[in-house]
């Protein structure tokens, strides 16, 4: 298995702008979550789904943005309007859930908003 | 909510044993895990430990839990250049609850 997929690698958009963040989880996965890093806040949870649906949303900083999952093999987050503060690398992960639950992620896609 | 500590920094001779340590606030935790992230990369699984453990080795790292005080910690034996990374402790709730809580992160440096 290539192991999660995440496109695109690096954007660079200007503010105002929407950015559209794309995953292809690992297949036979049923849970995907989708995490923002940056070096004030670290490592922090946005969302995640179980099967496709939405379990918990409240790490989603505010309307701007969302999340979808459309089937078991792509997700996406979108940001809309883009901010500088926005700025930041975003990870997915896929995991089977269980007893362990390891989180396989994703390369990340490095988020830079001017 | 749950909440993780780390330390951010930690640097080490090359051949010397590095500790991290990691605190958490989540009584219910049933598993704690350690992630490695190498530059540019995402995180990848390192080692784990079941709540009911309080020790666990495998091959240079030996992790170490104590429930009581919920104090996690990663030994790194001879440490070496390719060790370099920042690492995360990660508890997980109750069963049923998949979302992991992840501390900040400690940058671990090698010093030649």
């Known amino acids: 298995d290539a192991g999660v997929i995440q496109s695109p690698r690096h954007e660079v958009t200007e503010m105002g702008q929407e950015v559209t963040l794309r995953c292809k989880p690992i297949?036979?996965?049923?849970?995907l979550f989708w995490y923002r890093q940056t070096m004030m806040r670290g490592l922090e949870l946005l969302i995640y789904?179980?099967?496709?649906?939405?379990?918990?949303d409240s790490g989603m900083p505010e309307d701007r943005f969302s999340a979808k999952m459309p089937n078991a093999s792509f997700s996406t987050l979108k940001i809309q309007p883009s901010e500088p503060r926005d700025s930041a690398v975003y990870f997915c992960?896929?995991?089977?859930?269980?007893?362990?639950?390891?989180?396989?992620f994703g390369p990340g896609t490095r988020l830079t908003v001017l | 909510g749950e909440d993780v500590e780390q330390s951010l920094f930690l640097s080490v001779r090359e051949g010397d044993s590095s500790v991290i340590n990691c605190t958490y606030t989540?009584?219910?935790?049933?598993?704690l895990y350690w992630y490695k992230q190498e530059p540019g990369a995402g995180l990848q699984l390192l080692t784990y430990?079941?709540?009911?453990?309080d020790m666990k080795q495998d091959q240079r790292l030996t992790v170490l839990l104590n429930k009581k005080d919920k104090h996690l910690s990663l030994r790194i034996a001879d440490t070496q250049t390719g060790d370099s990374a920042i690492y995360f402790c990660?508890?997980?709730?109750?069963?049923?609850?998949?979302?992991?809580?992840f501390g900040t992160g400690t940058r671990l440096t090698i010093i030649p």
């Open positions: 992960a896929s995991s089977l859930g269980g007893s362990l639950n390891e989180q396989f």
């Open positions: 789904f179980n099967n496709n649906v939405p379990i918990d």
């Open positions: 990660a508890e997980r709730g109750n069963f049923g609850n998949e979302k992991l809580t």
């Open positions: 430990i079941f709540s009911n453990m």
């Open positions: 989540d009584s219910s935790s049933t598993y």
């Open positions: 297949s036979g996965h049923d849970y």
